[in-house]
Nanobody, 121 residues
């Protein structure tokens, strides 16, 4: 069974930073691509970033390029999302997901419970 557990969300002021973490099993890290998505109230779930388990390549949504960084620690079986220069528009529940390397949420079979990120102006 694949389990993903996010942590690191919270309240931060605009232009501040947060680092989200996602813990997963060894099998998850070596079997699936991992991604971050987010969903703001009343909006659809959006792709944020993805990390391939084949060649460690990464891909970002245009609106986070240069501000967010996705990374893996294969020894700790953790996925991270370093978020800098946060704005109120980044307020959302952030989800970690495991599946195929894609920007589409339906390509991911497993999801964490989400962690709330709130950015105040």
């Amino acid at each position: 069974q694949v389990q993903l557990v996010e942590s690191g969300g919270g309240l931060v002021q605009a232009v501040g930073s947060l680092r989200l973490s996602c813990s997963a099993s060894v099998r998850t890290f070596t079997t699936y691509a991992l991604g971050w998505f987010r969903q703001a109230p009343g909006k659809e779930r959006d792709f944020v970033a993805a990390s391939s388990m084949i060649d460690n390549s990464t891909y970002y949504a245009q609106f986070v390029k240069g501000r967010f960084t996705i990374s893996r620690d294969n020894h700790k079986n953790k996925l991270y999302l370093q978020m800098n220069s946060l704005t109120p528009e980044d307020t959302a529940v952030y989800y970690c997901a495991a599946g195929r390397y894609s920007v589409k949420d339906h390509a991911y079979d497993y999801w964490g419970q989400g962690t709330q990120v709130t950015v105040s102006s």
